[in-house]
């Protein structure tokens, strides 16, 4: 059962690198926040599990919302849980999707199942473990099925380097049906040079790719977080005027040239010289 707003105390539990997760209250537009070592990971309203506050969550959700037809279940695969924000909203905009969710801490999952428990009835499995180890162990009927596999991977602000390479990259892209999508969650600050080479070695794997952010993420003039798009498939170019109206604003999609301009000169990320991505400031969840 949730807790309610009133608790004497803030839900919290240690996790297996000493960090501290905590779901506090938001104070910004309602809901809960799912906090960990002071990062914001998650928000989540559970009266409106619609309510994607997060910027970058709501270009996920935007993306989302063009697979397949309105309301049509989806097959989704998530690695790296949170407080299930994406899940949550597959859910409740597409009743009967099935969902996998991966999450390397088990009791993370127990801290967020017990004060934001999901939906009854939503066909939403959890399984613990690392992402990359645990895409080995799912089910081989998933294999060419998924509409949509989401990376969004954090331990506390940073993706781990294993999580950020071609060869993870092809072991997602196996599960995703033939014009299924890849999103994943980039986070950088100044020059992009993460995020540049994030995108290329993305776009090694997958041939169709754009890259939705703010605008002034996408210049490099501060830290934020990038959703890159991929897949076999083209993109439908009327995706495009689409993502750019749905915010949050001021939007911008980059593909084609501009895309292949912004990646140029980057290297594609591998196993043996991959980096975590870049740790931001204290300062950038300060709100």
Do not use: C
Not at 6 to 17: E, F, I, K, M, T
Not at 98 to 103: A, K, L, M, P, T
Not at 137 to 149: F, I, N, S
Not at 199 to 208: G, I, M, R, Y
């Amino acid at each position: 059962m949730a807790r309610s707003r009133g608790a004497a105390s803030v839900p919290s539990v240690r996790l297996s690198d000493d960090t501290l997760a905590r779901v506090v209250p938001s104070a910004f537009g309602g809901g809960w926040e799912l906090d960990v070592d002071g990062t914001p990971q998650s928000h989540v309203d559970l009266d409106d599990p619609t309510h994607l506050h997060f910027e970058y969550v709501a270009r996920m959700g935007a993306v989302i919302d063009r697979l397949r037809m309105p309301g049509q279940p989806l097959t989704a695969i998530h690695l790296g849980a949170g407080a299930l924000t994406i899940p949550r909203y597959i859910e409740a905009t597409r009743p009967g999707s099935r969902q996998q969710v991966v999450e390397l801490e088990p009791a993370l999952w127990d801290l967020v199942r017990e004060n934001l428990p999901l939906p009854r009835g939503a066909r939403i499995r959890v399984r613990i473990g690392d992402a990359r180890a645990t895409l080995g162990r799912l089910p081989a009927g998933l294999v060419g099925t998924a509409d949509l596999v989401v990376s969004d991977v954090y331990s506390g602000a940073q993706t781990p380097a294993h999580l950020t390479t071609v060869e993870f990259f092809t072991e997602a892209a196996r599960f995703l049906a033939p014009d299924g999508v890849l999103l994943v969650n980039v986070a950088d600050g100044a020059g992009l040079a993460f995020a540049r080479r994030e995108v290329a070695t993305v776009q090694a794997v997958l041939e169709h790719v754009i890259v939705l952010a703010e605008v002034q993420t996408l210049k490099g003039r501060r830290f934020g977080n990038l959703v890159i798009a991929a897949s076999r498939a083209p993109l439908p170019t009327e995706w495009l005027p689409r993502l750019m109206a749905a915010g949050p604003h001021p939007a911008k999609v980059a593909e084609g040239r501009e895309l292949d301009e912004f990646a140029r000169g980057a290297r594609v990320a591998t196993d043996a010289d991959a980096t975590p991505s870049p740790k931001p400031s204290a300062s950038v969840f300060t709100r």
